[in-house]
């Protein structure tokens, strides 16, 4: 099911204005925005952004302290956001940043929302689950599996993890 052209018109105006050639790596610098922006407000770092043929549909951070909700993670928030943007809950034309490799949680709600694209920073061997611990889209139960890409921005992502657990300890 494709996403109705209006929504998505309706989406890109209440966008800020980006080009439709903005480059995958800067995409990934507005999802370490997000978690830079998440640290600063005591969260974990974790920052992702959904973009849909090329133009910003939804940005978040991390949310847990903040709303008091353990889903409350920055993929769930940016999926929740960019759903309602686009009137739809499923974002088949939707490509998905985050600066950390998705929990189990977040990973099955990318398979529910058929997010294209999913791109991420640095691997999290203790909660990830795409190419870490249970790799969900490898199981015969996933319905929908994104095309995977690892590795964008990852040593800024890790970096900025460390130092802020770092700070905390």
Do not use: W
Not at 22 to 28: A, G
Not at 87 to 98: A, I, M, N, Q, T
């Amino acid at each position: 099911m494709r996403v109705p052209n209006a929504a998505v018109r309706r989406a890109r105006a209440a966008a800020p204005d980006l080009t439709e050639t903005m480059p995958t790596h800067t995409f990934m610098e507005l999802a370490l925005d997000e978690a830079y922006a998440a640290a600063d407000a005591g969260e974990v770092p974790i920052g992702c952004v959904i973009v849909c043929d090329g133009d910003l549909i939804a940005q978040a951070g991390n949310r847990t302290l903040a709303e008091r909700d353990p889903t409350a993670h920055a993929e769930m928030v940016a999926i929740r956001r960019a759903a309602e943007a686009l009137g739809s809950e499923r974002l088949v034309d939707c490509d998905l940043y985050v600066t950390l490799e998705p929990c189990t949680m977040c990973a099955a709600a990318i398979s529910f929302a058929r997010i294209r694209r999913l791109y991420f920073g640095a691997t999290d061997e203790k909660g990830g689950a795409i190419v870490s611990g249970v790799r969900f889209f490898a199981a015969p139960t996933c319905h929908h599996v994104p095309e995977v890409y690892s590795g964008l921005a990852e040593t800024r992502s890790t970096e900025l993890l460390r130092s802020f657990f770092r700070e905390r300890r």
